[in-house]
């Protein structure tokens, strides 16, 4: 379970597991470059450029999910993105939140 | 040959963005504002916590974002602007643009799910290569 606000509706934080995160460094391929530079004319979204992000965005999701999971944490609270162009054509985007237990409260 | 490689061809990936450009922002607008009140029901917070009385069962992170490119005009006219200063207008209109789209994408995302409301909702904003992307993010809810 993911959230960005502190703490998770309807469920009660057990234990404190700490950071964790995930980061991802992706590039796009050349084809992507010279359409996106055809686009750049005209203006307007550029779909390749999206849906790269979006999948680097699940990428970085996973890898925290994947280090939460191993400190034993049911939920990450508090997620957090950021993204950095490193060089020319590539960019950064991380992923970090506070990994915790939870259980059900009891209504 | 000269004239055209320097004046012919900058001109019309001028007036093709200008002509095009315009074109789609004008569509884009009229698209946004169909979705918005489509998913008028579903409210967005920018507070971190849920309206009182609020009883969520579930809730999960969702997220939209997209990544908008100017046109040449639009270039143009924001390299004038950077001469004498000031609001670029041609910009604010393309990230309100963007903006209001990864608003519109995390809401029919949360939609398609079945969520009622989404709160802490965030911003982001990077240069990238030739584009801006902008990315919404926020707290989704299901109430019981």
Redesign the interface.
Known sequence: ??????H???WRIVEHKGLVQGSTVQS?HIGR?IF??L?????????G??EL??EA?NEA?RRMMTQAKETGANAVLN???????IT??A?EILAYGTAVLVEREEA | MGAVLYFVIPMALLAAGLIIGTFNERRHYKSIQQREEQFQALMVFAGKSLPEGFDAVEVTLVSGGTVVAEDRFKALLAWFRNIIGGRIKSYENLLERGRREAVLRMKEKAAAEGFSIIVNTRFETARISQGVEIFAYGTAAKAR
């Open positions: 379970m993911l959230t960005n606000i502190d998770a509706p309807g796009k470059d996106a530079s686009k750049n004319i005209i203006g307007g979204e550029l779909k450029y999206t992000l979006e965005r999701l997620v957090r993105f950021s993204t950095s162009t020319a054509g960019a």
